[in-house]
C-alpha cells in the first residue's frame, strides 16, 4: 500500500531553519507532484509548497516565498522541505501529500491529492 513517512519536524527557536523529509512507498514516485501542507491548532490544513515530478516547476505559498524551498530525489522517492528563517507563526503539523499530475494542477489544493502522511509536528518558539 502507499505509504508518506514525514520526519525532521522538532522545537525550534525563531530564526533557526529545519529540513523535512517525506519517503514515499507503494507508488511510482515521479507519475506524481508532491506538496506539503501544514495545519495549526484551530485552523484549516494550507497549502505551503508543491513540486511536479521533475523538479520542473514549484509553487510556493505568498507566506513561505523566499524562506522554504521544496525539493525531490526522485531515486530515493523523497520530497524535501527546507524551512529557513522560521517564525512562530510557522507552528504548525506539516502533511506531505502526493497527487497524479492529471489532478493536482497548480497543486495548492489538499482535496486533489490523493495520498496522505500523518505529518511531522514543528514549533518555532518566540
Known amino acids: 500500500q502507499v505509504q508518506l513517512v514525514e520526519s525532521g519536524g522538532g522545537l525550534v527557536q525563531a530564526g533557526d531553519s529545519l529540513r523535512l523529509s517525506c519517503a514515499a512507498s507503494?507508488?511510482?514516485?515521479?507519475?506524481?507532484?508532491m506538496g506539503w501542507f501544514r495545519q495549526a491548532p484551530g485552523k484549516e490544513r494550507e497549502f505551503v509548497a508543491s513540486i511536479t515530478w521533475s523538479s520542473s516547476s514549484t509553487n510556493y505559498a505568498d507566506y513561505v516565498k523566499g524562506r522554504f524551498t521544496i525539493s525531490r530525489d526522485n531515486a530515493k522517492n523523497t520530497v524535501y522541505l527546507q524551512m529557513n528563517s522560521l517564525k512562530p507563526e510557522d507552528t504548525a503539523v506539516y502533511y506531505c501529500a502526493a497527487g497524479l499530475r492529471a489532478t493536482v494542477g497548480a497543486g495548492t489544493d489538499p482535496n486533489r491529492y490523493g495520498y496522505w502522511g500523518q505529518g511531522t509536528q514543528v514549533i518555532v518558539s518566540s
Open positions: 507503494g507508488l511510482t514516485f515521479n507519475w506524481y507532484v
